[in-house]
């Protein structure tokens, strides 16, 4: 069976509180009135996001209760690989993604100038 990520709640790292996935997703949808097209997750601060997606992870999380991410990994992982695998998400960041045009490409210049200098 392919190993997934499942996330059934949230911490808030400003103010310290937590909250389950579904409430957390119908705050999302609720305040941007559009479904994100990709989770990206981001174990460490010095890495950027690793976008998941897109699937209907919105939709089963509000039919689960929980967030589902299936991760990469192969059929020859043990069931200890696994267990790190998924432990090492314990702590990492989590944001929502939607893919603007002219956003993406103002970032592909801004980014082109920052190579050039």
């Known amino acids: 069976l392919p190993t997934a990520l499942c996330i059934t709640k949230l911490r808030n790292t400003e103010t310290s509180s937590e909250i389950n996935a579904d409430a957390w997703m119908m705050q999302i949808l609720r305040s941007t009135r559009t479904e994100p097209e990709f ?7 010095r890495d950027g996001y690793e976008l998941e997606g897109p699937n209907d992870w919105a939709r089963t999380t509000l039919d689960l209760g929980s967030t589902v991410i299936p991760l990469n990994t192969t059929d020859d992982n043990t069931e200890d690989d696994d267990d790190n695998l998924l432990s ?19 970032d592909v210049q801004d980014t082109l100038k920052k190579l050039q200098e």
């Open 39 to 45: 989770i990206g997750i981001q174990k460490n601060v």
């Open 88 to 106: 090492s998400f314990r702590g990492c960041k989590i944001d929502l993604f939607a893919l603007d045009r002219e956003a993406c490409c103002q």
